[in-house]
């Protein structure tokens, strides 16, 4: 549970601090700012979230992430999708993804990603992603959080991947999503490069140029990485609504350090000259400079004079790539059920409510986030919308108070063949159940004394497995989740506990 003991005052109801001659229009509305990385693992940084430093701890080095932490509060069981698009969608919707159906990633308009496989049919999905207007084919259609905040006053700031409609439909764009500015975000998922030299694309080794990255010209042929173009960006645009005297909801979704993993030149030598491979070097190099860009960003909202009244949130979409260091002593990567593919970084930073230094050991997921940033807005509308809203505010963790959470049930729902075999996963209390859907097979772990998830406990504890199978499987069949069709049973796959 929290480690705070006590609670600091709440944020003063004005902004204190602004730029001389300017006040931001909208009282007592703080800016917040949400820093979201791309396939960043839980150890992936020199700030340990376990309760001992790893190796990874050790090999990464993030001051801005150590200095983050040091003034907020550090979330140790934090939880995102296993990949991308349904991270995002969650993120805009406050649903859970076996709900809003984006459970794969996106791009292409009406193709999945899905490989076929030997004896499954892949069910049909929200391939399209999230959609602004109702009536798009296989899109789920939502009010975004966003949207929400611009009827709070806020200027909403879009900067770097955005990745929640497929090319050719009205998600692509995240004008069309409530965001005011959108810088660099598309249909694709990363990069074409990150090299200006190479104008982001990724002509200069492939025919696709699908994955290019839009609106960057000014950095075109430029000796610059791609991280820094968009730190650039959005310093600009954090300039732009406080000389516009609006508070401000600024999406800091940077591409790094999804691949293509390219170094960054600026932090690539010190890694590789301390006898790291090409490839850890580069990786290690991508994260530095995505810290960089945190502490840019923490710099500015101090010579803005706006660092009182400004949240800032960090977080990463799902956790590491197979091709980078197993995160341990988390078992598994992007795309799996086990802690390694959903556990992720996560440090709040409120002031007046955080207190620093903090560290918060409740469980808490990515579609908890709409309704979180909503309450720190100051937005309540969403709670009158007809609209299911799955997450739950963590902002009176923010404040220091505790919560009692073994009663709440944490889902994941992925139905596809891509890198791995269909599946979903419940987490209740310490107990966590993974449900194969080929096999009907089932594992039972206890993340509290096994956070490496190396013994199946299923048969040990056949009255917690049937109860986590149950639960599941009423809410996957309560939100009509899509499950595989089994050619050889000539049948579709059953649900959890059928």
Known sequence: MLSVLK??????????????????????????ILFLVDDMGWQETSVPFWDKKTALNERYQT????????????????????????????????????????????????????????????PQWNVNG????????????????????QEEGYKTIH?????????????????????????????????????????????????????????????HEKDIF???????????????????????????????VH???????????KYKSGGLTDFEATLASMIEGMDKSLGDILNEVQTLGIEENTIIIFMSDNGAPSQCPQNVPLRGHKVSPYEGGIRDPMIVK?????????????????????????????????????????????TSLLHGKTKDVSDRSFIWHFPHNYDLEPYSVIR??????????????????????????NKDVSLLFPEILSSLVAELGRYLKSVDASTPFNKLSNSYCKFPGE
């Open 226 to 256: 791609l991280t820094e173009a968009l730190t650039l960006e959005a310093l600009k645009e954090m300039k732009k609504a406080v000389k516009q005297g609006l508070p401000f909801y600024l999406y800091m979704s940077h591409y790094a």
């Open 130 to 149: 999230l959609s602004p207007v109702p009536g798009i084919e296989k899109t789920v259609y939502a009010k975004t959080l966003p949207s929400y905040l």
């Open 7 to 32: 609670k600091t005052g709440l944020l003063a109801a004005s902004f204190a601090g602004c730029i001389p001659g300017i006040s931001q229009e909208v009282p007592g509305k703080p800016n917040i």
């Open 428 to 453: 209740k209390g310490n107990w966590k159940l993974i449900y194969w859907y080929k096999e009907g097979r089932e594992e039972l772990y206890n993340i509290a004394e096994d956070i490496s998830e």
């Open 259 to 269: 691949a293509p993993w390219e170094k960054d030149e600026r932090f690539y030598n």
């Open 63 to 122: 001051p801005n992430m150590e200095r983050l932490a040091s003034q907020g509060m550090k979330f140790t069981q934090a939880y995102a999708c296993p990949l991308s698009s349904p991270t995002r969608v969650s993120l805009m919707t406050g649903m859970n993804a076996a709900r809003h159906g984006v459970t794969n990633w996106t791009l292409r308009k009406n193709i999945s990603p899905d490989t076929k496989h030997s004896s499954l049919d892949l």
């Open 159 to 219: 900067v770097g991947k955005a990745h929640w409609g497929a090319k050719g439909t009205p998600g692509e764009d995240p004008l069309n999503l409530g965001f005011d500015v959108n810088i660099a975000g598309h249909a694709p998922g990363g990069p074409g490069s990150y090299y200006g030299k190479y104008n982001f694309s990724a002509a200069w080794r492939s025919e696709d140029t699908i994955w290019d990255v839009p609106g960057l010209q000014n950095y």
């Open 350 to 394: 409120w002031p007046g409510v955080t207190t620093e230094g903090t560290v918060c050991n409740t469980p808490v997921i990515i579609e908890d986030f709409f309704p979180s940033i909503l309450d720190m807005a100051g937005s309540d509308k969403y709670k009158k919308s007809e609209e299911f809203i799955d997450g739950i505010s963590f």
